[in-house]
């Protein structure tokens, strides 16, 4: 049922500006829509904005920003960029467990972490959109430190992404086969992130895209 909204307030930059928030998509496979969104480049991912409407209006319902909203508002991407970024870590805080207590939170079975591959989940409280949690997260270094080492960041999905220790146990070939299973069989079209592979540069302090 269409829902019969008055969004007069929306041509109020002042009224949406503080429920603006941004997520992470394949700019490769969303270069026609981004033609006519504001967008900020990341790697091989755009990083785009929305507006998320009040819970007791419409549960989990958002409008895209594009280029004439901008415009409507006199604002800029990088504009849009701060106060998204803002609004996104204050309103949906990172969320960073491991795959073993991801699993018992959602069937309720007890399953051990790999110690020969541990994985770690990080997304959102919301789990939506919470790859963009790659941004702001304060506990991607936190791990890092815990093992000592660089950690690969494999591309789950536009609401999640998995963490491991970069040991070089494995060829970057078997990862990306394994995201690239994932995103085939697992991820619906829409939702799919990437098929590359990044690594969390513990020196630096910076993710970075695997291009070799």
């Known amino acids: 049922m269409a829902l019969d909204l008055d969004m007069t307030f929306f041509q109020d930059y ?16 969303n270069r026609k829509f981004l033609a006519d969104a504001p967008c900020i480049r990341w790697h091989d ?7 998320a409407l009040e819970e007791e209006v419409a549960k989990r319902a958002y409008i895209t920003i594009n280029r004439q909203h ?24 990172e969320l960073l467990v491991s795959m073993g207590e991801l699993v018992q939170e959602m069937t309720g079975m007890h399953m051990r972490d790999d110690k020969e591959l541990p994985m770690y989940v990080l997304t959102n409280q919301e789990k939506r959109y919470g790859a963009s949690a790659l941004l702001y997260s304060r506990q991607i270094r936190a791990l890092a430190d815990q093992f000592e080492s660089d950690l690969l960041i494999l591309p789950s999905s536009v609401h999640e992404v998995l963490l491991l220790p970069d040991d070089h146990r494995q060829k970057y070939a078997f990862y990306r086969q394994m995201v690239k299973e ?27 895209e695997i291009i070799s």
Do not use: C, H
């Not at 991912?45 to 507006?51: H, I, K, R, S, T």
């Not at 604002?75 to 309103?91: F, H, K, P, W």
């Open 70 to 93: 901008m415009l409507m508002w006199k604002q800029s991407a990088e504009s849009l960029y701060r106060i998204a970024g803002r609004n996104t870590r204050r309103d949906m805080p």
């Open 45 to 51: 991912l755009a990083l785009v904005f929305y507006y």
């Open 14 to 29: 002042d009224r949406v500006k503080n429920r603006i928030y941004y997520k992470l998509v394949s700019y490769r496979k």
């Open 182 to 208: 994932v995103n085939t069989t697992q991820v619906e079209p829409e939702e799919v992130l990437s098929y590359s592979l990044y690594r969390y540069n513990r020196k630096n302090s910076e993710i970075e």
